[in-house]
C-alpha cells in the first residue's frame, strides 16, 4: 500500500473511533443538560475543561513521544516502552498530588470555592487516564490504528454508560465525574487488551520480531522527557488558547450563561475531536518520513492531510452556520437556544483549532516542540486581553469572537510555515470544488432550516447530496469510494 494511501486508511480508522466519542459525546450532554440545571452544568463542564488541561500532561506527552520514538528503527523498542512506562507512572502521580493541593486556589481564581470539591474528584481521573493514554500511544506508535480506535471506542462507550447511571441514580455532578473516571478504565482494559494481543502474536515489538533483529540504540527516560515536557508545555497552552473563553465566562457572567456557553461548546468541538484522527496518525507517519529524510514522502503526507481538512471541514462549517438554532435545541432543552449565535461563531474558531493542531505535528515531528510552544505562548496575553474587552463590550458572544480571532491567526501562523517549508501542492482545484458542494449544502440547509427528528434526516440527506456533488464535479471517483469501504472492513494484521 503506498504512503499517502496508508495514512488514509489509518486518519480513516481513528476517525471512527473519534466519531464514535463524538457521538456518545453529544448522547451524553443531552443527557446531562436534561438532568442538570443550566448552573449544574456548566459547573461540570468548566471542572472538565480544566481536568483536560491538567491530563495534558498524561495525554500528549508520552503518548505523542511513542508516536514519534516507535517508528524509529534505530531504538529498541523494548527500552522506549520501559521508559515510557515509568515516565508516565510518575508524571501522572505527580500531577495528581500537586494539583489536588491546588485545587482550592483554582477554585479561588475562577470566584467560585465551592469548585474545590469538584475538581479533586475529577482529579481522580488522572491516574487512569495516564495509563489509558499510554497504550492508546502505544498502538499509535506501532500503527495499529484499527486497534486504537476500538480502544478510544470503549473508552467513549464505557463514559456515555457510567456517566448516564451514575446521573440517572441521582448523584448530579458529583456521579458525572465519578463516571468519567469509570471511563478511563474502561479505555485502559481495551487498549491493554489490544496491546497484549498484539505482542504475543508477534512475540516482541514490530520492529524486533525475529533473532537476527537489531535491538538498536539505548534508548532511556532522559530522552522521552526532553521531548515530553516541551511537548506537554506546546498542548497545555494551545488548549489554554481554545479554552480561555468558558474560564472567562465563568469569572465574569452569570451561572446561566456559563451553562448556555458550554453547551456551545460542546456542539463546537466537532471539528476538533473528529480531526484528532489527523494528528494521531500523521505524527508517527511524517517523523518515520522525516527521520528517513524523504522529503517527498513529508510533502505527500502533508498534502493529502491539507486536502483531508478541507473535505471534512467546510461541508461541516456550512451544515453547523446553516443549522446552529435546530442542532441546539435537538442536543440541548429549549432554553438552550439561546446559545445558537454563539455556536456560529465557535464553529469557526474550532474549525481553526483543528487546522493548527494537525499542521502543527510538522514541528512535533521534525522534534521542534519549543517552536511550536512560541505560537501560543505569544498569543495568550493578547487573547487574554481581547476575550475580557469583548466580554466588557458585547457580552458573552464577545468571548466567541475573541476566541476565533486567536485561534485563527495561530493557525494561519502554522499553515504558512507548512507552506514556506514543505511547499505543498495548494490544491485550488480541489479547494474550490469541496467550497462549491459545501456552498450547496449550506444554501440547502438554510432554505429547509429542519428541526426536531428530522434535522438527523436532513444531515443524512445532505451527506450524500455533498458525496454526489463531490462525485459530479470529478473530485472523487466511484472507485475511491470502493477503495475506502475496503480500507475499513478489509481485515490486514499489522500496521492498519
Same mark, same amino acid.
Given at each position: ?62 503518548? !505523542? ?10 531504538? %529498541? ?50 491516574? =487512569? ?55 478511563? #478504565? ?75 456557553? $458550554? ?21 508517527? !507517519?511524517? $517523523? ?33 452556520? =446553516? ?77 466567541? #469572537?475573541? %476566541? ?11 499553515? =504558512? ?12 482545484? %480541489? ?54 469501504? $475496503? ?10
Amino acid at each position: 500500500m503506498s504512503a499517502g494511501r496508508q495514512l488514509t486508511r489509518g486518519t480513516l480508522y481513528v476517525a471512527v473511533g473519534q466519531g464514535s466519542f463524538l457521538v456518545t459525546g453529544y448522547l451524553l450532554h443531552a443527557i446531562l443538560a436534561r438532568e442538570l440545571s443550566p448552573a449544574s452544568y456548566g459547573i461540570f463542564n468548566v471542572a472538565m475543561t480544566l481536568l483536560v488541561w491538567v491530563e495534558i500532561t498524561v495525554n500528549n506527552g508520552v503518548p !505523542s513521544a511513542l508516536s514519534k520514538f516507535l517508528p524509529d528503527e534505530s531504538l %529498541s523498542e523494548r527500552a522506549v516502552l520501559r521508559a515510557a512506562a515509568r515516565c508516565q507512572a510518575l508524571i501522572s502521580l505527580g500531577v495528581l498530588v500537586v494539583m489536588f493541593l491546588a485545587a482550592p486556589l483554582l477554585a479561588l481564581l475562577l470566584r467560585d470555592p465551592a469548585l474545590t470539591g469538584y475538581l479533586r474528584l475529577a482529579l481522580l481521573d488522572v491516574l =487512569a487516564m495516564g495509563a489509558y493514554a499510554y497504550y492508546r500511544g502505544v498502538l499509535n506508535g506501532w500503527r495499529f490504528f484499527r486497534q486504537m480506535s476500538l480502544a478510544i471506542t470503549a473508552y467513549s462507550l464505557a463514559k456515555l454508560a457510567a456517566i448516564t447511571l451514575l446521573v440517572g441514580l441521582g448523584f448530579g455532578v458529583q456521579g458525572a465525574l465519578a463516571g468519567n473516571v469509570v471511563a478511563s #478504565l474502561g479505555g485502559l482494559a481495551a487498549g491493554y487488551f489490544w496491546t497484549r494481543r498484539r505482542q504475543r502474536a508477534f512475540g516482541a515489538p514490530p520492529g524486533e520480531r525475529g533473532d537476527a533483529a537489531p535491538l538498536g540504540l539505548a534508548f532511556g527516560e532522559g530522552r522521552i522527557l526532553a521531548f515530553v515536557l516541551p511537548t506537554v508545555l506546546f498542548t497545555l497552552a494551545s488548549n489554554v488558547l481554545l479554552g480561555l473563553d468558558l474560564m472567562e465566562v465563568q469569572a465574569l457572567l452569570p451561572d446561566d450563561l456559563v451553562g448556555y456557553y $458550554s453547551a456551545a461548546v460542546k456542539l463546537a468541538e466537532a471539528p476538533r475531536l473528529v480531526l484528532l484522527a489527523f494528528t494521531f496518525t500523521l505524527l508517527p !507517519s511524517l $517523523s518515520h518520513a522525516i527521520a528517513a529524510g524523504d522529503a517527498t514522502r513529508a510533502r505527500h503526507y502533508l498534502e493529502q492531510t491539507i486536502r483531508l481538512l478541507a473535505l471534512v471541514l467546510l461541508p461541516l462549517i456550512a451544515l453547523v452556520m =446553516a443549522t446552529a438554532e435546530g442542532a441546539m435545541t435537538f442536543v440541548f432543552p429549549a432554553e438552550y437556544r439561546a446559545a445558537a449565535p454563539i455556536l456560529t461563531v465557535l464553529i469557526l474558531a474550532y474549525t481553526a483549532y483543528a487546522v493548527y493542531i494537525t499542521l502543527v505535528t510538522t514541528l512535533l515531528a521534525e522534534n521542534r516542540p519549543g517552536r511550536a510552544l512560541l505560537i501560543p505562548l505569544a498569543l495568550l496575553p493578547l487573547e487574554a486581553a481581547v476575550i475580557w474587552l469583548g466580554i466588557t463590550r458585547l457580552g458573552v458572544i464577545g468571548a466567541a #469572537l475573541a %476566541s476565533l480571532a486567536s485561534v485563527a491567526t495561530a493557525a494561519g501562523v502554522v499553515l =504558512a510555515y507548512v507552506l514556506r517549508r514543505y511547499r505543498p501542492a495548494a490544491g485550488a482545484r %480541489s479547494l474550490v470544488r469541496i467550497g462549491v458542494a459545501s456552498a450547496v449544502l449550506w444554501a440547502i440547509a438554510r432554505w429547509w432550516s429542519p428541526s426536531g427528528l428530522a434535522l438527523l434526516l436532513a444531515y443524512g440527506l445532505l451527506a450524500g447530496l455533498y458525496l454526489a456533488l463531490l462525485l459530479l464535479l470529478g473530485e472523487l471517483r466511484a472507485r475511491d469510494l470502493r477503495q475506502l469501504g $475496503s480500507w475499513l472492513f478489509t481485515r490486514k494484521e499489522g500496521g492498519t
